[in-house]
């Protein structure tokens, strides 16, 4: 296989060069060589051996150091550096479409790239590595996390990206955008729900989703022939409305009815980016949803009593959400959903808290919807 020799020392300027052009091989790994070289292996969209971009260092042909396949990224690492260092390395990371997203600690910070470079090597689909230091936490009202890129296969630094969820994909950015991926159940269950009102209700839905983010219930929601007949969405940070309204775009443009045929259009079909609890201010918003969806769980008990205008009146209809709770409270979310509920003039008919995940030690992450019934 054909290889670039280089002085050792430069080894890891070269393997970038040829990792962002994408020109080094990705099933064989550096060789040493005898007169003190490293030979990093190129696939066959590298230019040939002379050409300027390589500086003069020679190529040489020599048999591929075919690597075992590696079970985790700390094999990519030098032993002693995992040896000692072994305490602090991360144990864990997350992944948004092609983006790896990893914590790290001061003490390890001067070691991201290498770490990075470790990721991209045991990852193929990792396009980006980003890293957002142990101590910053979430920033700003939107709640984002400080993200900075550490490595890039191709030299974009870009973390927006596309993910795949439930068989589609959404346009995310977890530089300026909230996304869980791992709330993919809960949307999962808020169709469910959605089909059991639709049924009961025998015609399609208006869904209101005032903190959509990206739009991930949205998605699962305007993807499920003749469930919704409109539906009013938003949310208050103006980069996760550029991103919703990409998504939103390209699932309507696909909509299809049950027959397969090209679904009616949505009425309503809004937008907004403003905060939730003005939404009922606008009139036209008034008594209008059949089902709402309250994504803030920091807050969303207490903002309940201010969206509850929104709902349609004279049937049935449901209220879902996410709420962050004192593992001794989650009675009090009961009771506040009750009340407010009961100030709009209505009666719930059925009401479920159930606890998600814990949050702390004493707080949980818990989903609650509540099928009302508010008299005209
Ligand atoms: C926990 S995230 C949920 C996002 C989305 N529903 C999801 O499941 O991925 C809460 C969202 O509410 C937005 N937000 C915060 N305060 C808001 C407000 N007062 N009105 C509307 N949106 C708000 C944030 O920007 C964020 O995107």
Redesign the pocket.
């Known amino acids: 296989m054909r290889h670039l020799s280089v002085p050792r020392a430069q080894t890891q300027h070269w393997l970038e060069l040829c990792r962002t052009k994408q020109w080094n091989s990705i099933t064989a790994g550096v060789t040493n060589l005898e007169d003190g070289t490293n030979a990093i292996p190129l696939n066959e969209l590298a230019p040939r051996e002379g050409d300027p971009i390589w500086d003069g260092h020679p190529h040489v042909d020599i048999p591929a150091n075919v690597r075992p396949k590696s079970e985790n990224w700390l094999d990519h690492l030098d032993e002693d550096f995992v040896a000692e260092h072994s305490e602090e390395l991360p144990r864990s990371f997350e992944i948004q479409g092609d983006v790896l997203i990893v914590k790290l600690g001061e003490s390890i910070w001067e070691y991201g790239e290498m770490m990075a470079d470790a990721m991209l090597t045991q990852f193929p689909h990792v396009r980006l590595v980003c890293g957002t230091p142990f101590y910053s936490g979430v920033k700003g009202?939107?709640?984002i996390r400080e993200l900075i890129p550490l490595a890039s296969r191709d030299g974009t630094v870009s973390p927006r990206t596309r993910v795949r969820e439930n068989g589609y994909f959404l346009w995310v950015d977890p530089s300026k955008?909230?996304?869980?991926a791992r709330?993919s159940n809960q949307?999962m269950a808020t169709l469910h729900s959605s089909k059991k009102l639709r049924n009961k209700l025998g015609r399609g839905l208006v869904v209101a989703?005032?903190?959509?983010?990206?739009?991930?219930?949205m998605a699962s929601l305007l993807k499920e022939p003749d469930l919704l007949s409109g539906y009013l969405a938003?949310?208050?940070?103006p980069d996760?409305v550029e991103l919703l309204e990409l998504n939103i775009e390209y699932f309507t443009s696909r909509r299809k009815d049950s027959e397969g045929n090209v679904a009616e259009p949505l009425e309503p079909s809004e937008i907004s980016c403003?905060?939730?609890?003005s939404w009922p201010l606008d009139a036209k918003n008034q008594g209008v949803v059949d089902l709402l969806?309250v994504?803030?769980?920091h807050?969303s008990i207490e903002?309940i009593p201010a969206l509850l205008p929104l709902m349609s009146r004279g049937h049935t209809t449901v209220l879902r959400g996410?709420a962050i709770a004192e593992r001794t409270a989650i009675s009090d979310i009961e009771s506040s959903i009750s009340e407010a509920v009961l100030a709009a003039g209505g009666v719930v008919e059925q009401l479920a808290v159930d606890e998600v995940k814990g949050f702390s030690m004493t707080k949980v992450f818990v989903c609650f919807e509540a099928w009302m019934f508010l008299s005209s």
């Open positions: 009202e939107f709640r955008v909230y996304f869980s709330l949307r989703d005032p903190y959509a983010g990206v739009g991930p219930s938003g949310d208050l940070n996760a403003c905060d939730a609890k969806l994504n803030l769980p807050q903002h996410w």
